[in-house]
T-cell receptor
Framework: DAKTTQPPSMDCAEGRAANLPCNHS???????VYWYRQIHSQGPQYIIH???NNETNEMASLIITEDRKSSTLILPHATLRDTAVYYC??????????FGAGTILRVKS | DAGVTQSPTHLIKTRGQQVTLRCSPK?????VSWYQQALGQGPQFIFQ???????QRGNFPDRFSGHQFPNYSSELNVNALLLGDSALYLC?????????FGSGTRLTVV
């Protein structure tokens, strides 16, 4: 079973920041937080991952709380092409990915 | 640089038949994982292959089997197909953990 809880859906205005929350209260010390997204009819796409520290790459930022029980994925300037299902996953390095239902993000013009 | 390639893209089979799906990993990747995604749900892990051996397995019956070849490509075989096996089958390849997914094979069982 997935070890994360995400809201089923969110809306965001185009050009604004999209903040997607994730709860993982049972995360263990050696588990990373990963984010993937899946655009309709395509395979999941890796976005970002982190262990304890906040991370940023060209796609997004990941903010992990100090107790590591929750995190937020931030898309700084959402576009219509960011409309997708976003999955938050916790996993040990090298282990399988366990997907939950994810959050459907709808970016609207 | 080619990513993960899966074939065929779409497939229709009859109940009771057998099917083989194929996956070519991204260049430099040595590990292949297979996932099943039913409509409206997240992908579910089937199994993972590394060095031609099954390394991890999810909660799927023995009707689901796989193989990895020396060039790291992989096949997923499903025997005695059921209507409930209709899904998108995703292959992910990886090297040292970070994975890349293919676009999947859409299997419809009628």
């Amino acid at each position: 079973d997935a070890k994360t809880t995400q809201p089923p859906s969110m809306d965001c205005a185009e050009g604004r920041a999209a903040n997607l929350p994730c709860n993982h209260s049972t995360i263990s010390g050696n588990e990373y937080v990963y984010w993937y997204r899946q655009i309709h009819s395509q395979g999941p796409q890796y976005i970002i991952h982190g262990l304890k520290n906040n991370e940023t790459n060209e796609m997004a930022s990941l903010i992990i709380t100090e107790d590591r029980k929750s995190s937020t994925l931030i898309l700084p300037h959402a576009t219509l092409r960011d409309t997708a299902v976003y999955y938050c996953i916790v996993r040990e390095y090298g282990n399988k990915l366990v997907f939950g239902a994810g959050t459907i993000l709808r970016v609207k013009s | 640089d080619a990513g993960v390639t899966q074939s065929p893209t779409h497939l229709i089979k009859t109940r009771g038949q057998q099917v083989t799906l194929r996956c070519s990993p991204k260049s430099g990747h040595d590990t292949v994982s297979w996932y099943q995604q039913a409509l409206g749900q997240g992908p579910q892990f089937i199994f993972q292959y590394y060095e031609e051996e099954e390394r991890q397995r999810g909660n799927f019956p023995d009707r689901f089997s796989g193989h990895q070849f020396p060039n790291y490509s992989s096949e997923l075989n499903v025997n005695a197909l059921l209507l409930g096996d209709s899904a998108l089958y995703l292959c992910a390849s990886s090297f040292e953990s970070l994975g890349t997914f293919g676009s999947g094979t859409r299997l419809t069982v009628v």
